[in-house]
């Protein structure tokens, strides 16, 4: 079962292409500073805006560079079934590990549909499936009920819990017990889900900051509970920083400005308010983490 601080990786850009040289460099420094696994192709590496093929891409590199060191859990989420179907059956020929997959999110189906779509990925890829629940973010809510049937499935293994929403977390772990890894998708409710029961993070934080955030897992799971919320305490001004707008937005302009890769985005995204921008800087200043460079 997957466990630990997972970054949700993002996708640098170069000149309105895919930058592979500082997407490789920036996945070594991931597993070399301690990180537990990587997911590429989520929400933060803008895979709503890839093409199918730079989206089969990202996901051939990041296997490739992790070179089995770290789990890969490939996001292949669409709300489109059957598309959902061919890039977990990609993510499974690449060589990943596990694939993270979106509640379809437009359609808005109902419960039953979201079971279905789920169970029909499961059957025709045959691949260790994490769910990924984030309202805010499909305008649908996969409730508790809906993951414990869906956890009976075999090829169901986890699930990425992004509504910050730690009844529905507890919720979930009463009803599924050990039969799913947990993770929490909100960096915010990283610690506290550990203390509920749950795996660990698929984070944003830890793009900037892996080895904080593998360190806090690794502390709780060796029962040092207050090096744990020192470190919890430590990463909330950072994630309020990487915050203050869109998600990838503050994080693509964080590593940027350490230097890690071109601070270019997609439409309909965009360049952070000057303002913001600011803020950002000082938080990642007060961090310690603008004084290296590749």
Known sequence: MFRGAITALV??????????????????????EGIHGIVPCGTTGESATLSHDEHNR???IAVEEARGRVPVIAGTGSNSTSEAVRLTRHAKEAGAQAALLITPYYNKPTQEGLYQHYRRVAEEARFPLVLYNVPGRTGVNLLPETVARLSEIPEVVGIKEATGDLKQVSDVLEKCGDQLSVLSGDDFTAFPLLCLGGRG????????????MARMVDAYEAG?????????YKTQPLARAL???????????ALALMGRMAEEFRLPLCAMQEANRQKLQRALADYGLLGGRL
């Open 58 to 60: 990202v996901i051939d």
């Open 11 to 32: 996708t640098p850009f170069r000149d309105g292409r895919l930058d592979e040289e500082a997407f490789r460099k920036l996945i070594d420094w991931q597993i070399r």
């Open 201 to 212: 993070v698929i984070s944003v934080v830890s793009n900037p900051a892996p080895a904080d």
């Open 224 to 232: 040092d509970l207050a090096a744990a919320r020192a470190l919890h």
């Open 243 to 253: 915050f203050l707008e869109t998600n990838p937005i503050p994080v693509k302009t």
